[in-house]
């Protein structure tokens, strides 16, 4: 009923950038939380970053000061922009969704396929 597509992953030196993207498509009344996780090897998923329809954002303590969520809500896009990328940042980042579906009430999660991000030196 509904998918959620990333894009943005990549290999990237220490102290780079890179943006990821998440497009929701699909049976959607509105969506009400977005937000990214990751998982590295051996490591249990985090969240990362996350935003409310409304703008309110929070971040895992890590990222804070370096990484930036945003939303555009016409778009049911959710965005993290990541700045001074350190190696321990490496991981598959899934996108997350809160989604209140066609049927008014119905709340349903969704995940997008991850995207991997590897920082190296």
């Known amino acids: 009923q509904v998918q959620l597509v990333e894009s943005g992953g990549g290999l990237v030196q220490p102290g780079g950038s890179l943006r990821l993207s998440c497009a929701a498509s699909?049976?959607?009344?509105?969506?009400?939380?977005m937000g990214w996780y990751r998982q590295a090897p051996g490591k249990q998923r985090e969240l990362v970053a996350a935003?409310?329809?409304?703008?309110?954002?929070n971040y895992a303590d890590s990222v804070k000061g370096r990484f930036t969520i945003s939303r555009d809500n016409a778009k049911n896009t959710v965005y993290l922009q990541m700045n001074s990328l350190k190696p321990e940042d490496t991981a598959v980042y899934y996108c997350?969704?809160?989604?209140?579906?066609?049927?008014?009430?119905?709340?349903?999660?969704?995940w997008g396929q991850g995207t991997q991000v590897t920082v190296f030196s």
């Open positions: 997350n969704a809160n989604v209140l579906m066609v049927i008014a009430g119905t709340l349903r999660n969704y």
């Open positions: 699909g049976s959607i009344f509105s969506i009400n939380a």
């Open positions: 935003i409310t329809r409304g703008g309110s954002t």
